[in-house]
């Protein structure tokens, strides 16, 4: 019996070589009819035997194409008189619903091996693709994914590339990227005509240069990792002192060589998505010190472009790969921009014409207990759609201050920007503004409700007053949105205790808190316990000078050891402090645990004042790393309506043991005291709430020294621990958090 169907399918399923796919199967089941691509979803339309339609839709879910995701399909049998007498891929059309987009995919082996075959006609060409690798988000200017809305729409295909796009049995069929040297994009070095580009590169390299790279989200700045005056001289002129840089290998051995890889380590460099991995350093051997001073972990990615793997040709050496900007800002991606921007610091710029739609940075991430955690979610993740437990209406929540992502959620789809950075900077505010608005036409979601963190003073604060006339805009305090960050990213529907340990965050009582314990679920959720409240003078300068941090705790509580911890510093600082903390003026009350790991950090002299953010922190780590001590400090619970958690003993004891014992277990110690806490209170909660999940989350949790000592405690003590999977633990997740507020009848 001869059957008509109309299949509908949702889910990332263009770009990602579906209609070729769905075409050849059709094919081989002699089954006719067509496929097309719609906004966000693929329609078929399918007529043969009944049997054979049957094998058609189970080989399409079980065969799907590696990249691609099917989140629903759809069947409809129809009444047709109409016969078909071939299948065929027919023109896009346009339809209401959102979109999906694929994110940027690290070249293929296939690809690879092509590149490498001398008799090839793409050999050694820097821009090869295929259906299942290369750019996407960052070409797309528009939906549905055809060539003409993508940045490729300048270059006319040639006709043997035109041949392969139109033939079924290409691994290049419907590649929207295709391109080859006739007919594609070039790359060049500024200001010069080169017959072999990459051998001048590597010379470049070779001398010490720095150059600007144009490459698939953005510009790099790279030079010779092995070149001390090199890698220094990067540092000066980014003006970026200490901030550790990333590196980009030639292939495994290389990093092998350097650092310890384990095998979830070595599986998620060599993913698709390719990010750098956070790797322990086994022998830094040439290596520059400058790259990541201060620290036991290098940031390490392999080529993910074509390109990046031609460059190694000519410099099989290390390469420092960080992003194109200066400081903080955002990473640069036109030409022209980056000519200006860069003039200070790059000696060479290596461009292509191959316009980025939009930029990307490169994701960062680290494995812990066998666990992925992302840090930086960027290139390769964004925009990859996080599924969520609950139903939303159309909302977008704007994130936080630092490390900002936002996010864009429908029904039960939540599409996370790419790590936009520091809205502090007027730079960064306006790509934020503009990557928002390309959300909302690229995505086809209006947001009916805007959510932003409690704060006054953050400028997405500002911004989502702007909104008020024409939307509902909802606030919600940023440890809450950490709380259900977690819940969200790990689809956690019943009760958790959740531990929010973080930096600062402006709390609902008008203190800072960041030391945060709640118990809830996605209905509603509780602060139940927090660090003990402790006195900061100085304001925001004291973030930056985590002295302060220190000389106003101990001031406050232990006045007479002042002069012990601090000869060192002014008589005027000490004064300034003490009359600050006596009159209670120009003072802001915490919870923080981040500012705690900082005044520790302090104390033992390990970091005074920091330079990049969460620095005084990871060197504490860094320090406790290289000690075996295995003892905690004492610490005290008050039970009262709220449990208090005052380390004031934990302080004390680390003011006596810094007489005799050396920095590095005492660092070790202050680790081995958070994880008790931890322990501690979760006991307490269970035994009282009968809750037996434990969620992490917050910026103390990128630690992975505490995670290495927290976890393996209370998975011993029966708990079911929950960290982060798919959106970083620190501020680039609390926006999936805040869109819990666009749910229905949703709580406070
Ligand atoms: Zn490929
Ligand atoms: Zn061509
Ligand atoms: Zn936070």
């Known amino acids: ?138 070409i797309i200017e528009d939906l549905p994914y055809d060539r003409d809305k993508t940045t490729m729409k300048i270059f006319k295909m040639c006709e043997k590339c035109k041949e392969e796009y139109s033939n079924p049995e290409s691994r290049r069929f419907h590649a929207q990227p295709i391109s080859c040297y006739d007919c594609g994009p070039t790359l060049w070095i500024d200001g010069e005509k080169d017959s072999n580009i990459f051998e001048k590169i590597g010379k470049y390299l070779e001398e010490g240069k720095i150059l600007a790279i144009k490459g698939l989200g953005g510009f790099h700045l790279a030079c010779d990792a092995t070149n001390n005056k090199a890698v220094k001289s990067l540092r000066e002129r980014k003006k970026r002192p200490s901030k550790p840089f990333a590196l980009m290998m030639k292939d495994m051995d290389m990093i092998k060589r350097y650092c310890y890889v384990n095998e979830d380590e ?52 290390p390469l420092i790969m960080t992003s194109g900007n200066i400081s903080d800002e955002p990473i640069i991606k036109d030409n022209d921009h980056a000519k200006e921007k860069l003039k200070n610091i790059a000696d060479v ?105 409690l704060h006054p003073q953050y400028l997405s604060t500002d911004f989502a007053e702007k909104f008020k006339k024409y939307m509902v805009v909802k606030a919600i305090q940023h440890h809450k949105a950490h709380f259900f960050s977690l819940l969200l990213d790990r689809k956690i529907t019943d009760n958790i205790i959740c531990f929010s340990f973080d930096g600062t965050g402006y709390g609902e009582d008008g203190n800072i808190w960041g030391g945060e314990v709640f118990i809830g679920n996605l209905e509603e959720v509780k602060r139940i316990a927090h660090f003990k409240y402790f006195p900061i003078a100085g304001g925001d300068y004291a973030i930056e000078n985590p002295r302060l941090i220190a000389l106003s705790y101990i001031t406050k509580y232990f006045p007479s050891e002042v002069e012990n911890i601090f000869p060192h510093v002014a008589p005027f600082e000490k004064e300034i402090i003490k009359r600050l903390i006596e009159k209670n003026e120009n003072i802001f009350y915490t919870s923080s645990c981040g500012r705690i790991f900082d005044m520790v950090s302090a104390l033992l002299k390990i970091r005074e004042h920091i330079d990049y953010e969460g620095q005084s922190a990871i060197e504490l780590e860094m ?30 004891r680390i003011l006596e043991e810094r007489k005799r014992k050396n920095v590095k277990d005492i660092a070790k110690k202050f680790h081995n005291t958070i994880s008790q806490i931890i322990v501690f209170i979760s006991e307490i909660l269970r035994e009282e709430y009968k809750i037996n999940k434990v969620g992490l989350s917050g910026g103390v949790f990128q630690n992975r020294l505490l995670l290495k000592t927290a976890i393996p405690l209370l998975r011993d003590k029966g708990f079911e621990v929950f960290t982060h999977k798919n959106v970083p633990t620190n501020d680039g997740g609390i926006s999936l958090g805040q869109i819990i507020l666009g749910k229905e009848n949703s709580i406070k």
């Open 266 to 317: 070595e599986k998620i460099l060599l993913s698709k998505e390719r990010p750098i991995v956070l790797l322990k350093i086994k022998d830094l051997r040439d290596i520059s010190k400058y790259t990541a001073p201060n620290n036991k972990y290098l940031g390490v990615m392999l080529p993910y472009t074509p390109y990046h793997h031609l460059i190694f040709d000519y410099f099989p050496k």
């Open 1 to 138: 019996m001869e059957k008509t169907y109309k299949i509908k399918i949702w889910g990332i399923v263009q770009g990602v070589g579906f209609r070729p796919f769905v075409y050849r199967l059709a094919k081989s089941l002699n089954l006719r009819g067509w496929i097309l691509n719609s906004t966000g979803s693929v329609h078929i339309l399918i007529q043969g035997e009944e049997e054979k339609i049957k094998k058609f839709l189970d080989d399409l879910i079980k065969e799907a194409p590696p990249l691609s995701k099917i989140e629903k399909i759809e069947k409809e049998e129809i009444n047709t008189t109409e016969k078909f007498i071939d299948f065929s891929i027919i023109e896009s059309k346009e339809s209401a619903g959102f979109n999906f987009i694929s994110p940027d995919i690290a070249i293929c082996d296939d690809c690879l091996k092509e590149m490498r075959d001398p008799k090839d006609r793409r050999f050694n060409y820097p821009f090869i693709n295929c259906t299942n690798c290369g750019p996407r988000y960052t």
């Open 349 to 453: 710029f290596i461009f292509h014409n191959r316009n980025i739609a939009h930029r990307v940075d490169d994701s960062v991430v680290f494995v812990e207990n066998k666990e992925l955690n992302i840090i930086r979610r960027a290139r390769g993740y964004a925009p990859d759609p996080i599924k969520i437990p609950i139903k939303i209406k159309p909302t977008l929540a704007l994130g936080g201050e630092l490390k900002n992502t936002f996010s864009l959620g429908k029904d039960n789809y939540v599409f996370m920007s790419p790590h936009i950075g520091d809205l502090k900077d007027k730079d960064t505010l306006s790509v934020y503004e503009e990557t928002i608005q390309e959300f909302i036409r690229l995505f086809r979601i209006e947001p009916e409700i805007l959510v932003h963190d």
């Open 623 to 652: 320090h406790a790393m290289e000690s075996k001590e295995e003892g905690h400090f004492p610490f005290k619970i008050i039970e009262g309506e709220k449990i208090e958690i005052d380390i004031y003993p934990t302080i004390e």
